[in-house]
Every structure is written in C-alpha cells, then in structure tokens.
C-alpha cells in the first residue's frame, strides 16, 4: 500500500492547464509540455492518496480492469519501470485512455464517497509519459508465428488494441483503413489540443516493429470486396466504429453553411498539422453555433475557438445537469453531472433544454439564424414549451448530434453480417458476428462509445479470434466471453 496516511494528509491536485489566453494561440495539448511531465512534481503524492482498499471499485469502474491500487503504489515507490509494467499489463494504450478517457474509475474509487477520488487518469499519463521518455516502451514482437493471418477493417482504437494482441500472439496481422492515415477518430476527430497525434505516431512505430502491417488508404467494400478478404484471410475482424452521424431534418436543413462535426473537426485536424484544405469549413469571422453537449460539440468549440470566431454557442436538448451527484446515481456509478471540458473553459455559452425547430437563411441561401424552443421531459416525452420561441443568430452551425452505427452501404452489405434494432452489428459474448470468421469490436458492434470500451472491446475480440484460430488462447479478456450475450 502506497502511504497509509497519504489520504489524510494530501488533497487532490492535478496539472496546471497553459493560460487560456496562450493555449487558444496554437493547436497544441492545453498542458505545457507534456501532461506526464508536468505532473511528475506531484504525481508521487497524488499516488500516496491511493487506500489500497480491500476490494477496489475503480477496477470495476475501468473497463479494461486496470490493476490502479498496484501502480499507485510503484509510483509512490519510485518504481516506474514496475509501474508501466502493471499498467500495460491491461491497456495497450494509456498514453491514449491519460489523456482522452472520462475516468469513470475515479467516480468508483472508495475515497470518492466523502473526499475527492486519487487522480487516477493522471497517475496513469503520468507513468507512460515517462515510460516514453525513460525508453521502456520497447517493440514486444512474437517468439513465434502461427502461419494464421487476420485482417482488420478499421484503424480506431479497436481495430489497433485488436491488431497489437493478435501480432504479439504470432499471427500475421493487416489493419486495412480507408483515410490516408491509421489512428480512427483518435487521427481525425479528436483535436490536437486534447491529444497531439506524435503520441498515436510514435505507438503505431512500435506496433510496425513488431510485425503488424498497415495499409492505409484502401475502402474495404470498395478496393476490396469482403469476400475477397474473407477469402485471404482467416479472420476478419470488423471494427469499422459508428460513422453515420444523427442528422436534426427540420425546414431549412439544406441551407449552407449547416455541416456535421466529422465534416469540419477533420479539416481542422489536417490543417492543424500544416496541410492545406481547400474550401475548408472554418469558424473564423462566424457566429457559431454546435447542436450537441458531448465531447463532440466541445472538440467543435474549442476548434471554433482556435479558428477565432466572434461567438460559439452550444445548444444542448437535456436539462443542466447537477453539480453533484444525484441520489439517483450513487457511488460507485457513474454520475451525469456538469462538467467543464478544456474547451469550456476557453469560451463559449451553453444553453441547455432547446429544441432546433427550424434553420433560416438569406437570400444567398445561407444559413443565418435558428428557430429555438425551449423544451422539458415529462413521463419521458419532450414537450415543446409554449411562447418559449426565440431566434439565434448563426452562420455556420455544427451537428454534434451523435452517431446512429456503422455504414450499411458497402462491406457490412457485402458480408451480410446482421444488425440489431440500433443498426450496430449483432455478435455473441464471443465477439463474433452472424457470419463465420468474421468478429466485430468496438462502436461498430457496442454503438458510439469510448476509447477506453474500444480497446477494452479490442482486446478481448483479440482473445476470441486467437481462440478461433488455435483452439486456446493465453491473451486476456477483459469482457469475459461467459458475460452475458452482447447483443442484450
Ligand atoms: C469528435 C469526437 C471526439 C471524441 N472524443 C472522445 C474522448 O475525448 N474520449 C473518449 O473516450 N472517446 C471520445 N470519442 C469517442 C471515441 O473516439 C470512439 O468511441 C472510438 O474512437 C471508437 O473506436 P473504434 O476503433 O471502434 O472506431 P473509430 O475510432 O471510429 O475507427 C473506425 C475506423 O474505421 C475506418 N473504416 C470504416 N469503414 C471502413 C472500410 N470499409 N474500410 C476501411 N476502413 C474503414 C474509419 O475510417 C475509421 O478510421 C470521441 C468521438 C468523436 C467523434
Ligand atoms: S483507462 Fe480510464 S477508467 Fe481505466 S484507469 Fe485509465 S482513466 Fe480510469
């Protein structure tokens, strides 16, 4: 057990954040430096916070089962090289869940139920940050190789956490993607200020060296049908995410000037990284306004911030949430409370029970206000409330609305694989789909989701595939195959 006392005697701290005012100059994380570094004057203390408790709820809380209470206690020792041991010992990727995840661990960790939880996330960056830094993360390539090939459709979280088990397993492994780089939404979606990209890089030169091929740039369904590569290959396994995103089909939706988020962060991204967009979709001189309160809608305003536009208003159809945890949701779950992202902190208004009746536009056809109402839930129902009609001014105004599972079009017609009732691709507690050989991980099958439950997906589609192939696997599972079916 890190310090016995540590609790009692130390509070809470986490990272300084860049000043706003420099932060929204540059595309860069909003800490100076990286995260890791930045915490390390602290981060020994924040790990003597841990209890070790008995029985740990934040393994419960982490979908991958992350082992913290052990790595809290080699951070307070000093043992970093043990520490990234245990930890990657169940994550793949914890340069990515450091800095993307939203810890719900922490809501579950036990001094959570009258003090503030241990800075789990952060004594998480913390270790690997260092790990990078100190050289421990070394390329871990097969002792041997099984003969068996997999081809994996997706370069997401999933589709890499599956690849990386599966090559370190001894198969040959080739991640198909159809955007001209591997990374998922972690490449295009999730801005740079959340998380530069030289982290992805300098993990995908790791999974290189040890074997795994990339081939980015190629549209399975298109290039190459799924027959095809269900012919070349043993396995498929589809971890294609949640890429339809929910459209708002109100009068007015044609006009310009109206766009969804994966059409504008992208760009973004790619510009951010010095390459040229033409006709590039940006905030700069607009009135901005993002339908939807999630990550989405805050990647889409700190974007709009960094772009300089004149004003960013986010509409949300949900009530403000609480600040505190409701009864209704008590320790250890995870509670829907406000939360203030980096990019919240930056600027921008929130306005929260509003419903997008309609969008206006001018005489060019442009988009240039929107007819709001305000809206409550009653016995479940949205109620337009009456005389609550309003306009907002906007020219340019962002869908952030969600996604609705994987295209239907192409491979996942091709191959046939059937869907459920959410049109997420149907497979049992073994990962597998309706279709032999073939698997599926992450929001593809699990529906729009988070980084952490991708790989967490990703490595046990991994254990199952392995298992297909030889008959046994040694390869961990966080979601048991004996859990009950996936589809329920
Ligand atoms: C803007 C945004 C911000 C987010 N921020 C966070 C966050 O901060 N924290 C968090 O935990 N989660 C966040 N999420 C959610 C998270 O990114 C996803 O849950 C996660 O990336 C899903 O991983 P995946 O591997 O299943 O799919 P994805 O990351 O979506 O990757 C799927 C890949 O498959 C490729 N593909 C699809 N079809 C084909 C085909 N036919 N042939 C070849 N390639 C194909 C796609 O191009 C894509 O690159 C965010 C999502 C969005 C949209
Ligand atoms: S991956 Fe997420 S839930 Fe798991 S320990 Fe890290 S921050 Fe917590």
Redesign the pocket.
Known sequence: MADPKGFLKSGREGAARRPVEERVQDWNEVYPGSVGRALLPIINTQASRCMDCGIPFCHQGCPLGNIIPEWNDLVWRDDWSGAIERLHATNNFPEFTGR???APCETACVLGINQDPVTIKNIEVAIIDKAWESGLVTPQPPEWLSGRTVAV???????LATAQQLTRAGHTVAV????DQIG???RY??PEF?MEKKYLDQRLEQMKREGTVFRPG????GQITGAALRERYDAVVL???S?TPRDLPVPGRELQGIHQ??DF?PQANRVARGETVEDQITAEGKHVVIIGGG??GA?CLGTSTRQGALSVTQLEIMPLPPEVRPAAQPWPTYPMTFKVSSAHEEGGERLYSVSTTEFLGDAEGRVRALKLVEVRFEDGKLIQVEGTEHEIMADLVLFAMGFVGP?KP??VEQLGVELDARGNIVRDASFATTVPGVYVA???GRG?????W?IAEGRSAASAVDRYLTGDSALPSPIKPTDRPLTV
Not at 153 to 159: K, M
Not at 448 to 452: A, D, F, R
């Open positions: 993307l995840c939203p459709v997706g370069s997401g979280p999933a589709g198909y993607e159809r955007a998922g939404l972690m979606g999730i959340k190629v549209d399975v369904g971890a294609v995410g890429t988020a994966m962060l990550d989405t990647d295209e192409g491979l992450g929001d593809a729009q989701s988070l980084i952490v991708a």
